[in-house]
């Protein structure tokens, strides 16, 4: 079993759609993070959790809502997206501070 | 501000071969850590490696090795007789430290998609 499961694994939405995505992960860590990789692009942090408290949202468009209703469980609740939104959108955990980040599969997002 | 350059985008080598991914990053911050992910066609990343700034000792792990140079601010990475698993994209990234709280900021440079041909 991976310590860091995402699903759907790939979704295909029309921007008016509302959908979410989940990531869990079985680690034990406290902190949880949302990350967007675009095609020939730096991955970009999103959102982050630390014990169910967001501590960082990088910019990101109102059309992203996170939740986090516990250290194990963290959602991206999508809705009105835009063509430009379509990417790979990567979960990822850690124990703390400067300890490594274990990713999740991902969830490959197409827009149409 | 920080920064992660990867100026290698894509490496083709032939099985056997040695390759040695660069990174160069740019901080003015003193106390910082870097990092080596694998991401393999499947998607998820692959931790590697963890270093900070304080550690310029190189590291050898089976086949993967790593050079800290805080003189050129770089941290590179050499696979020693490379194999077709080895094929995957290679991201450098360096954390900023985060002092008010419990969780660390990655800044990624943009990966080297390596392929090893049989």
């Known amino acids: 079993e991976t310590g860091v499961t995402q699903t759907p694994r790939h979704l295909v939405m029309g921007m008016t759609n509302k959908k979410s995505l989940k990531c869990e992960q079985h680690l034990g860590h406290n902190a949880m993070y949302w990350y967007k990789q675009s095609a020939k692009k730096p991955l970009e942090l999103m959102f982050v959790y630390n014990f169910k408290e967001q501590t960082e949202n990088n910019s990101v468009p109102s059309r992203f809502s996170p939740e986090c209703p516990n250290s194990s469980h963290l959602f991206l609740h999508l809705h009105t997206l835009q063509p430009e939104d379509s990417a790979l959108y990567l979960c990822?955990?850690?124990?703390?501070?400067?300890?490594?980040?274990?990713f999740g599969d991902g969830t490959r997002l197409s827009i149409l | 501000a920080q920064k992660v350059t990867q100026a290698q985008t894509e490496i083709s080598v032939v099985e056997k071969e040695d390759v040695t991914l660069d990174c160069v990053y740019e901080t003015r911050d003193t106390t910082y850590y870097l990092f080596w992910y694998k991401q393999p066609p499947s998607g998820e990343l692959v931790f590697l490696i963890r270093r900070n700034s304080f550690d310029e000792q190189n590291e050898i792990s089976g086949r993967y090795s790593w050079n800290f140079q805080k003189s050129t601010s770089s941290f590179n990475f050499t696979i020693t007789a490379s194999q077709v698993v080895d094929s995957a994209v290679y991201f450098c990234a360096l954390s900023e430290p985060n002092y008010g709280g419990a969780t660390n900021k990655l800044i990624f440079g943009t990966g080297t998609l390596l392929a090893v041909q049989p």
């Open positions: 990822a955990s850690s124990r703390g501070l400067n300890q490594p980040q274990h």
